[in-house]
């Protein structure tokens, strides 16, 4: 957070970016040029660099023939920003990703990015430099014998003048506070189902209230026995791992401005219960509690960030497995507020469990606002492909909101429709609800039935079940489980 000119920041890799439409080296990378005598403005000729989103460059700014260094930084990484006009924070966040990406891996452990951007406020322009420098440098070795040691340590941001250093401050702790909740996210994610189970989740709540200062609850199954979790003890029952029933609670120091409940769908592994799922789908079954992940993510950041809602983190966290003691197709579970359902098919079991984290929430918390967040369907998948939420909800306005935060965020996200017939899709002959309709329109069947438990309070569910883990690396992740959502509720917390 330096107001310093390029010219003399000090750094194993410095980098900068250039816009598509700059005849000349804009004045700070000029500067850069003539100390560095002219190896910059060189190596862009040579290259023909055109300064695209995506591209980048770099040069090695050492001084001739033994000569002192021509400037502080031996490495100096240019990044393409494409038209200034055109300019987003999303192409900001790429931008440094690929920049710190390229540092790292010629081996750089220091790093000063120039505040890219231009036009955009310098907040902003902080926060998503430093929150796309994080998220892009993101790997996962725990399991791995041989580690990379290439790995960025210190990363700072370069004011353009001390006017806005208090701004450009603020944006980059913020932006490493989202990026370091949604890494946290990641690494449970990523973590395999043996190892991430529904104890090591409330362990992990454990340590986040612990850090936070947060209040925290974990009821075991006699507990959930008692509050009447039917539903979710249903889904826990084919399994040996014990279900934890999570509840963690920030409430902010100041005035508070509402209260709202967050809800992770915690399945630790979904084997799809007795209606087994096949080898193939299995396979990334441990990403199913990617939304419990997500309110871990955010449970940790809130204090950090001293977001200004009382907010609930909840998570009915149990495996779905097939055994002698597994729910049958037919079966009927009651849950918590009475209504009994039908098991239509046992691998529909996220939205049994969200349906008791749901009473919980409407009956113990009585929160203004609930939001879910969840692995929910397959058919979601088929409709927004691999890099989009659905969004559902009850209420237009928080759906809005929800959107405008998303959007904000830099996450896909987009509103599918609780069309009100389809609820008849959902009836069954025994019980008040089955938990499956048929085949068309799966994402809405999952969120109308969900609905039935929101009851009056105001209510969104996003489906994660496509970007929650990606097969390919992507620009602000690797491949493996994303955290997505973390960012979105964040700044729908915060702002
Ligand atoms: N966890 C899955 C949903 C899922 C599928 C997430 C693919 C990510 C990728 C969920 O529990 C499930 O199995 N849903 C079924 C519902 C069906 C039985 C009505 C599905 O989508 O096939
Ligand atoms: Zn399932
Ligand atoms: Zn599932």
Redesign the pocket.
Known sequence: MLARPLVEAEADALVVGLHAEAKALPTGLAALDRRAEGQLKAVLDAEKFQAKVGQVTHVHTAGRSGAARVIPAPLVIIVGLGEGKDVTLEIVRRAAASGLRRARDLGARTVAVDLLGERLPARQRAHAVVEGAILGTYTFDRYKREKTDKAVEELRVLAPDSRVARDVAEGARSGEVFARATWFARDLVNAPANEAHPAELARVAAEVAKEGRLRLRVYERAECQKMGMGAFLGVAAGSQQPPKFIHLAYTPAGRTRKRVAVIG?G?TF?A?GL?L?TAE?ML??K??MSGAAAVLGIMRALPQLQAPVEVHGIIAATE?MPSGSAIRPGDVLRAMNGTTIEV??T????RLTLADALCYANTRVKPEEIIDLA???????VALGPLCSGLFASDQDLADRLLAAAAQAGERVWQLPLIDEYREHLKSEVADLN???PRGG?AI??GLFLKEFAGSTPWAHLDI??P??SEKDLALAPKGGTGVAVRTILTYLTT
């Not at 691998?347 to 996220?350: H, M, P, S, V």
């Not at 692995?375 to 998948?381: F, M």
Request: aromatic residues 2%; proline residues 0%.
């Open positions: 769908k399945i979904d799809g209606d799922k789908s990334r079954m990403d199913d779905n239509g098919n691998d529909a079991e996220g692995t929910l369907t397959g058919a979601c998948v938990n499956v309709g799966g069947t999952a079940a496509g929650a883990f």
